[in-house]
Every structure is written in C-alpha cells, then in structure tokens.
C-alpha cells in the first residue's frame, strides 16, 4: 500500500467554485502534515500546514481527520491563478517525507 | 525569490559521463535533501543530512553519491547513469530534520536527461 494516496484528477472547475480534495495516509503514527502547490515545471512550495484542529488561510482551508487517516484541501471562490498541481505531504517519524502524486487543478475562465 | 538554488538547471550526460549537481540554501538551515520527481510519479526522497550528517539513504543506488561539505551547500555526484534515471532532481532544505511541522524549502531543480 502507497504511503499516501491522492485523486490525480485533473480537476477542471469554473472560476468562482469551490473544490475540494482529499489525501489519505497510511501510516497511523504520521507526525506531520503539509500542502505543497506545484505550478508546471516549478518547484514545490509550501501552501499551507495542515493541523490537528484545522486551519484556514483566506480561501484556503486545511482539515485533518486522524481516525479515517486523510487530510483535506478546500479552496473556495477559485481563482484562474490556483492552477496548479496539489501534493499532500506527510511525515511519520524521523525524517522522512512522504509525498502524493498530486492533484491537478485548473480553474477556467 | 528562492532561498534555495540549484546548478545547473538542465544537464546532458551519456551514460559513461561523471557529472555534479549543486545545491546551495542561504536560509540558515541545518537539513538538506534530495529528490527524484519523475513523471507521473511522487517525489522520491533520495538523501537526507542533518547538520551534514548524512541520516538517510533510502536505498538509492550507488551510482548517486551525496556530499554534504557544510550545512549550506549539497551535492549530488553522478556517474555511469542510466536512460531511467533522467528526471527532475530537487534539492530542499528545512531548519532541522526530524521536527514536528518542519517545512522544506524547494530549489528550481535540474532537469536531468541521461542519453
């Protein structure tokens, strides 16, 4: 079984929607939770970390559920320039670093 | 913009060819990494050091070989590739491997293609 799991997607929505997407992890004991955005033939960067409690940065909001195992990515009100590949990143212990296959998104005018 | 920058940025090798990446962060981190982003597939992690301590391989052949001079720069010394191994390498780094939350900080990367 793959450490973590996401939809490839792609997904296309219209400017404006809400999507939503979800990764699932298989090591119960992950430490750590992350979101990396990736725009075509750039880097990763750091979108947001994903917390126990939650968290929101504008129209971006991040949930964890360690009982089912996936994290959660919501991005409302999308805007063309959110095109982009989104990794889900999870760490047990130690230091390693597990990373989705991520999920395409492009936002259409 | 980034504090992490990689050379070359696109390299051409055959396969008897001896080559090396170069990574270099001025974020004042103690961790660095490697990874494999091939097509289609999730981004390998290849190397870690933490403050130049190499503290994990994680099974990547021989042909790969890390260096770690001191906490700001990393390399990745290539020889006798494969066509299998072309691929986008990226280098990373973060303040100390192994902490709760640690965010890693991504270079541009090299686009590797072994002929």
């Known amino acids: 079984r793959k450490e973590v799991e996401q939809d490839p997607g792609p997904f296309n929505v219209p400017e404006g929607a809400t999507v939503a997407f979800n990764c699932t992890y298989s090591n119960s004991a992950s430490q750590s939770f992350f979101w990396y955005r990736q725009d075509c033939r750039k880097e990763p960067k750091l979108l947001m970390s994903?917390?126990?409690s939650g968290n929101e940065d504008g129209r971006f909001t991040a949930q964890l559920n360690r009982a089912s195992q996936y994290i959660s990515l919501l991005i409302r009100d999308s805007k063309l320039s959110d095109s982009a590949t989104y990794l889900c990143v999870v760490t047990p212990m130690g230091n390693q670093f597990y990373f989705g296959t991520g999920t395409s998104l492009t936002v259409i005018p | 913009e980034t504090g992490v920058t990689q050379t070359p940025r696109h390299l051409v090798m055959g396969m008897t060819n001896k080559k090396s990446l170069k990574c270099e962060q001025h974020?004042?981190?103690?961790?660095m990494y490697w990874y494999k982003q091939s097509a289609k597939k999730p981004l390998e992690l290849m190397f870690v050091y933490n403050f130049k301590e190499q503290t994990e391989n994680n099974s990547v052949p021989s042909r790969f070989s890390p260096e770690c001079p001191n906490s700001s720069h990393l390399f990745l010394h290539l020889h006798t590739l494969q066509p299998e191994d072309s691929a986008l390498y990226l280098c990373?780094?973060?303040?100390?491997?192994?902490?709760?939350?640690?965010?890693?900080?991504f270079g541009p990367g090299t686009r590797l293609l072994v002929l």
């Open positions: 990373a780094s973060s303040p100390a491997a192994g902490g709760f939350q640690e965010t890693q900080y």
């Open positions: 974020l004042g981190h103690n961790a």
């Open positions: 994903v917390y126990s």
